[in-house]
Every structure is written in C-alpha cells, then in structure tokens.
C-alpha cells in the first residue's frame, strides 16, 4: 500500500509519546517540505480539557479534524508536499483526513515503552496519566487505509530514513535544514 501519484502529504499518527513531532521535524528537514504540528491546531478549549487531564470526547476533536483536514487539502489541491502531526486514533477520524496524495505514518510500539517516553517529556499539555485513554481509543489503520507502519523502538533519524525509503520520496539535495525549520504554525 502506501503508494500515490503525487507528492504526497504525510500525516504522521500515534498515541502521545509515540515521537510524530520528533520523526515529523527529521523528515521535514531532510525532506525540505513544510511542517505543520496538529497539536497547534487545537481549539484553546481542547487543550485547556487536556491540561486538566480530562480526555477529549469526539464532539471536541470534530472542529480539531476539519482544521487538520484543511490544511491537507490545502496542500493536495496544489500538488504541494507537506508533512502534518495528527493522532489520528480512530478509522472516523482518518476518514476525514484521508484522500488521494495523503499516506499515514503510523508509528506504533507498546504502552509500556510509549509510558517510559511520556514519564520524561516536559512542557506539553497532554498528560502522562491520558495515556491509557489513547490507547484505548486507538484503531489501528487496515488495509483500506492508505498508511505504513513503524516500530518507534528505532531512534527518530531511523524512522524518518524508513519513511523516506519506503515511500521512495527524494532528500532535499542543497544543505542540510535543522529539524523543524520549515514549520508552519497553525493557522
């Protein structure tokens, strides 16, 4: 799977912890394309719940979606590549992610290792203890899905390699860019 015509637009999904921001900032850098965190995304109401470590129910990821949907779209209707940081947790929500030019990086590994990254992350708002609702509400992408996957017990450079091969995208060739330089917060 996880072939299309076009440059594509990758949304690189997991639970929290799972290292999209990370994998997301070394393949934009080493790519050249624009990088856009889904996380700045967030309506201040969604982030406030999740500071409180209350986890978000579907009504609140809705407007979230659309807006992370937009800016996919925004790029797949120009043909221009772009790499997006998104959850992505549940089949209905890829749904309205996913279109032609979209490949989702699904990056997977245990809870307990994911547990080990969250136990030493500082300064973001989700919260260590939200964790278990994650994976509870995890669907794994199936065969209809337009996606890969990636053990997250490689370091990042790693994954962001793996990506990059299996998907047969071409490096940026001038300089090297520092992970994350072609960032686009949200908007």
């Given at each position: 799977?996880?072939?299309t015509?076009?440059?594509p637009?990758?949304?690189?999904?997991g639970?929290?912890?799972?290292?999209?921001?990370?994998?997301a900032?070394?393949?934009?850098g080493?790519?050249?394309?624009e990088?856009?965190?889904?996380?700045?995304?967030?309506?201040?109401?969604n982030?406030?719940?999740?500071?409180?470590?209350q986890p978000l129910?579907?009504?609140?990821?809705?407007?979230?979606?659309?807006?992370?949907?937009?800016?996919?779209r925004?790029?797949?209707a120009?043909?221009?590549p772009?790499?997006i940081?998104?959850s992505a947790l549940?089949?209905?929500y890829?749904?309205?992610?996913?279109?032609?030019?979209?490949?989702?990086?699904?990056?997977?590994?245990?809870?307990?290792?994911?547990?080990?990254?969250?136990a030493?992350?500082?300064?973001?708002?989700?919260?260590?203890?939200l964790?278990?609702?994650?994976?509870?509400?995890?669907?794994?992408?199936?065969?209809?899905?337009?996606?890969?996957?990636?053990?997250v017990?490689?370091?990042?450079?790693e994954?962001?390699q793996e990506?990059?091969?299996?998907?047969?995208l071409?490096?940026?060739?001038?300089?090297?860019?520092?992970?994350?330089?072609n960032?686009?917060?949200g908007h």
């Open positions: 799977m996880a072939k015509a076009q440059q637009v990758l949304v690189i999904m639970v929290s912890g799972s290292g999209k921001s990370t994998v900032g070394v393949l934009a080493r790519l050249g394309w990088l856009a965190e889904g996380d700045d995304l967030h309506p201040e109401s982030v406030a719940k999740m500071q409180s470590g129910t579907d009504d609140d990821r809705w407007p979230w979606l659309e807006r992370v949907a937009d800016w996919i925004e790029h797949t120009s043909g221009t772009g790499i940081t998104c549940k089949k209905r890829r749904d309205v992610l996913r279109g032609e030019g979209v490949v989702f990086v699904f990056l997977q590994g245990s809870k307990e290792h994911i547990s080990g990254r969250l030493s992350r500082h300064g973001h708002f989700m919260p260590p203890a964790l278990e609702s994650q994976f509870e509400a995890l669907e794994e992408p199936t065969e209809d899905e337009n996606f890969i996957s990636l053990s017990a490689a370091s990042p450079s994954e962001a990506v990059i091969e299996r998907l047969s071409e490096p940026k060739s001038t300089g090297a860019t520092t992970a994350g330089a960032r686009v917060p």
